[in-house]
T-cell receptor, first 115, second 115 residues
Framework: GDSVTQTEGPVTVSESESLIINCTYS????????LFWYVRYPGEGLQLLLK?????QKGSSRGFEATYNKETTSFHLQKASVQESDSAVYYC????????????FGLGTTLQVQP | GALVYQYPRRTICKSGTSMRMECQAV??????VAWYRQSPQKTFELIAL?????????EQNFTQEKFPISHPNLSFSSMTVLNAYLEDRGLYLC???????????FGSGTRLLVI
């Protein structure tokens, strides 16, 4: 079936350090799924961080970036220099396009940035 | 901008009783509404998807008899957890989108505790 696997948290890094949260996916019901990263800050709902719908393309937002790699079925999230305000739970998701718009989420990775 | 409100934010119900939660899209006309549940230690699972001019579609493991959904229009949706038990606790997230190709906007969720 369709599934998403991501880095198991919590991940703790110091402010200004680099970050990578791994995400790999398995898509059996669709050849080219849309790929997303969502973020959930404490007390808030899920927010879309970035998405990429074309294999080989890179998405970026707020200093974060992720590249859609169909060969390795990966969509790792990276940031060169994290800030304390980046502390949140990050979810990688696979989107089934078309009328359903169904999203398959990973388990989420808690990021704790220490000052 | 597009916002989705959910209420209540948090609720407690006794085992065997029912609990209704609501979702409202503001700033756009919703054409699809999705309800997800995140159980403890799990990721978000799709419960059901409502699309304009189509019947509500429930995912495997979720039924209309257990999670009835109603909406006079898709910008206002409510879901009830009937006969709630411990396994129903978790965060219930509502997402809505305006067009088939747009992204879902999510609310902050309703956290259900069952005692």
């Amino acid at each position: 079936g369709d599934s998403v696997t991501q880095t198991e948290g919590p991940v703790t890094v110091s402010e200004s350090e680099s970050l990578i949260i791994n995400c790999t996916y398995s898509a059996t019901s669709i050849a080219y799924p849309n790929l997303f990263w969502y973020v959930r800050y404490p007390g808030e709902g899920l927010q879309l961080l970035l998405k990429v719908i074309t294999a080989g393309q890179k998405g970026s937002s707020r200093g974060f970036e992720a590249t859609y790699n169909k060969e390795t079925t990966s969509f790792h999230l990276q940031k060169a220099s994290v800030q304390e305000s980046d502390s949140a739970v990050y979810y990688c998701a696979l989107g089934l396009t078309g009328n359903t718009g169904k999203l398959i989420f990973g388990l989420g990775t808690t990021l704790q940035v220490q000052p | 901008g597009a916002l989705v409100y959910q209420y209540p934010r948090r609720t407690i119900c006794k085992s065997g009783t029912s609990m209704r939660m609501e979702c409202q899209a503001v700033g756009f006309q919703a054409t699809s509404v999705a309800w997800y549940r995140q159980s403890p230690q799990k990721t978000f699972e799709l419960i059901a998807l409502s699309t304009v001019n189509s019947a509500i579609k429930y995912e495997q493991n979720f039924t209309q008899e257990k999670f009835p959904i109603s909406h006079p229009n898709l910008s206002f949706s409510s879901m009830t957890v009937l006969n709630a038990y411990l396994e129903d606790r978790g965060l219930y997230l509502c997402g809505a989108r305006g067009t088939t190709n747009s992204d879902y906007t999510f609310g902050s969720g309703t956290r259900l505790l069952v005692i």
